[in-house]
């Protein structure tokens, strides 16, 4: 182990040297960002008459407007800093309700152009794509990213503490893309009652606008970007300005859904079956330009996609991550701890979350009906603020096991102070309780993020919590220091969490235990090579000990990477563990383990028709060994049709017996139109003998709003019986006033 860990330290840092001696790891455009960023305005041309999207930029307000170009390769390109393969041309214009955007993509190779879908929301390191993204608060924290593809498909994101990226947020804006000889056009139109903006007279906005180039791997920006960032570094953005005497408007949105279905559960070796219809709504209010206040009665889930199975081989809980809509909007304000780079373990992961909205509304992954509730969010001046009110329906013993639920009324409160460029410091509180009286929960603290030199986080929390009956270490903190730049990054962490911390409103992995972590990550960029981008070397360290002071875990990790010039990638990663613990879902007893493991994966070129993943996992596992394989394939014919298969396998020898885990899954997606999807989603666990099956048609009528009809279903592998099935068909329309 020793001798693997020199070669892996070693390796890369000799071959850097060596590369550096020949002059190919020094970028020949160095830039200097600050300077750039401040150079490069854009600015937007009021307009009268009406614009068509249509994807052909005909009309005359448009050879009017002034064109940005001059965009430059992102750090981690094939030219850092130089000049892209194919320009790019940005106009922009405005009227009394909305930006109107027009990008020419020009390319002299039209017919290799790579596009890799129709859906919502696409994988965007899988083919060509022009986005930008808009400060429209002009704060360097926070802003709304919308991009498109050569097919037209559309993805948006929102934006929060200058990298924090939710990816679930959906806006109202639209799209048309046209493709012709040597380039192909894209026409944006974005309301102004989508963004939040400061209502000024006069708008000045962070801009910057991005392009992709898939066959050669190719990323370009506007506003340079350095390697370690990517454009989601809003603070590094240039500048739009001419946007004048705009108003949001009254920004009324009511979104109603009406739902029905039937569904059948196997009760007493019987299927009974249940026909049920809801409905209920959706709101959303703009109190100020910044401020926004949503509303919800009875919230529906019926939308929502099926998890993705997990096999759990460790003895702390999964996350799964939030879906459901009303959830996500200005959901980074609600963030808290940091963005530190430091070492989090091979797991990954935030240990502590004091707010996680997938605690209201959902017991064990089961819908628990939400009668309605409030939430204001936004900005007002130099604060972010956040609250929320939300009220659960009790359900019946029956429905709910031999106790069942009461009702729980849940308050969360959130505000942040930014400080210079992209710090701040905030404070946090959540409170539920039941409709039984003396049952509550409640966690306060506060959090501070300090960022030097574009370079160094410096962050930090306490939290604390009160449930009835306990009376000590219901605390946790945390403080971390991370240094990231181009080719080198480290960090190091110090994380306590009491034995009686309690935040149900939020999330904690491990109590009990106080953790210390740091880890290095050096990757040199090989400019010369024709294959290799990068060379990627990281080590972590973590070290857990109990209250008492004895070492309970003890994790050490290492990775060897190779970054190849077609976006495929090859991994190396050894550790070693030492527990002192029992395992009981394993039958291990109390006692001290100390075992090795090791991996390597490779992940294919992902913007070819077939592309995948393939990894193998062996070593030890406690007083065991562990053999792993997995990995997935996806298939695109064309831009219409996504297969993608997931195959995961575990094989575990151990004293007090041997099993095997396997998952497997098929997603076939079909794309109509840019508005209309087939998807299905079939799941094997073995582990549980259930096959599942979720098959859903959605068609988007108008921008936000939806007809869905989605079949679900479960069975046992081993007797082939249903052990329930649902049809479902469920309308919403957005009305915007």
């Known amino acids: 182990m020793r001798r693997l860990a020199s070669l892996l330290i070693l390796g890369p840092f000799l071959v850097s040297v060596a590369l550096a001696q020949s002059g190919q790891t020094n970028s020949s455009n160095e830039i200097d960002y600050e300077t750039a960023r401040l150079s490069r305005i854009a600015y937007a041309l009021s307009i009268e008459q009406p614009i068509e999207i249509d994807g052909r930029l005909d009309e005359e307000a448009w050879q009017r407007a002034e064109p940005i170009g001059n965009f430059v390769q992102w750090g981690n390109s094939w030219d850092p800093g130089g000049p892209p393969s194919q320009p790019t041309e940005v106009r922009f214009l405005f009227d009394g309700d909305n930006l109107y955007v027009g990008a020419i993509c020009y390319d002299d190779d039209i017919a290799n152009m790579i596009v890799n879908g129709l859906k919502r929301d696409f994988q965007s390191n899988q083919g060509d794509e022009l ?59 974005i309301p102004f009652t989508t963004l939040r903006f400061a209502g000024s007279e006069s708008e000045e906005w962070g801009l910057n606008v991005y392009r992709k180039i898939r066959r050669v791997n190719e990323e370009a920006n506007w506003a340079p970007i350095p390697r370690r960032y990517r454009m989601s570094r809003i603070s590094m953005a240039g500048t739009l300005r001419g946007v004048e005497g705009i108003r949001a408007g009254r920004n009324i949105k009511v979104k109603p859904y009406a739902v029905a279905g039937i569904v059948q559960q196997r009760v007493d070796d019987k299927l009974e079956n249940d026909f049920d219809y809801d409905g209920g709504f959706d709101a959303k209010l703009g109190v100020t330009q910044s401020l926004t206040l949503d509303l919800t009665y009875r919230t529906d889930f019926s939308q929502t996609e099926v998890d993705q199975d997990q096999v759990n081989l460790t003895r702390f809980s999964l996350f799964f991550p939030e879906k459901r809509e009303f959830f996500l909007e200005n959901s980074g304000v609600f963030g808290f701890g940091g963005r530190s780079a430091a070492s989090q373990g091979r797991g990954g992961g935030s240990n502590v979350i004091p707010f996680f909205s997938r605690r209201i509304g959902l017991n064990a992954g089961e819908p628990v009906p939400i009668v309605g509730g409030t939430r204001l969010s936004g900005t007002a001046g130099a604060y972010e603020i956040g609250l929320l009110a939300m009220k659960t329906e009790s359900v019946d013993p029956e429905d709910e096991g031999d106790e069942g639920l009461p009702s729980d009324n849940f308050i969360v409160g959130r505000v942040k102070r930014n400080l210079l460029q992209n710090s701040f410091i905030g404070a946090i509180f959540t409170n539920r309780d039941s409709a039984v009286e003396g049952d509550y929960n409640r966690v306060f603290g506060v959090d501070a993020v300090f960022q030097f030199f574009n370079r160094l986080d410096v962050s930090g929390y306490v939290l604390g919590s009160q449930t009835p009956g306990v009376d000590n270490d219901q605390d946790a903190r945390k403080f971390s220091v991370a240094w990231r730049d181009n080719a080198l990054s480290f960090g190091a962490n110090y994380e306590k969490v009491g034995d009686n911390f309690n935040p149900e409103v939020g999330f904690v992995r491990r109590r009990d235990m106080s953790h210390y972590s740091g880890n290095f990550s050096y990757q040199p960029l090989l400019e010369g090579s024709d294959r290799i981008r990068n060379l990627t070397f990281r080590t972590n360290y973590d070290f857990y000990e109990g209250i008492t002071g004895e070492i309970e875990t003890r994790d050490y990790g290492l990775n060897l990477g190779v970054n190849f010039v077609n976006g495929s990638v090859l991994n190396f990663n050894a550790g070693e563990t030492f527990e002192r613990d029992d395992f009981s879902r394993y039958d291990v007893a109390f006692g001290d383990y100390k075992f090795r493991d090791y991996s390597v994966s490779y992940n294919s070129d992902r913007s070819r028709i077939i592309g995948g993943r393939i990894n193998y996992n062996w070593g030890g596992f406690w007083n065991g060994t562990r053999r792993s394989i997995g990995g997935d394939v996806t298939f695109k014919p064309n831009y219409h049709w996504q297969i993608d298969t997931r195959y995961s396998r575990n094989d575990i020898q151990m004293p007090a017996g041997n099993f095997v885990t396997t998952l497997v899954s098929l997603k076939v997606l079909y794309a109509f139109t840019s508005r209309a999807f087939l998807n299905t989603f079939l799941q094997y666990n073995a582990e549980r003998n259930e096959f599942s099956s979720n098959i859903r048609f959605n068609l988007i009528h108008h921008p936000l709003s939806d007809i869905y009809l989605v079949f679900n279903e479960r069975r046992d592998t081993l007797t082939g019986e249903v052990l329930d099935r649902g049809i479902i068909f469920k309308f919403t329309n957005l009305f915007s006033f």
Do not use: C, H, M
């Not at 429209?136 to 948006?156: K, V, Y």
């Open 131 to 189: 986005g930008f993204i808009v400060d429209t608060l002009n704060d360097d924290r926070s802003g709304f990213f919308f991009s498109t593809n050569p097919a037209g498909a559309r993805r948006d994101l929102q934006l929060a503490n200058d990298s924090q990226i939710n990816q679930e947020w959906d806006g109202v804006w639209d799209v048309r893309v046209r493709v012709e000889e040597d380039r192909w056009v894209a026409e944006f139109v």
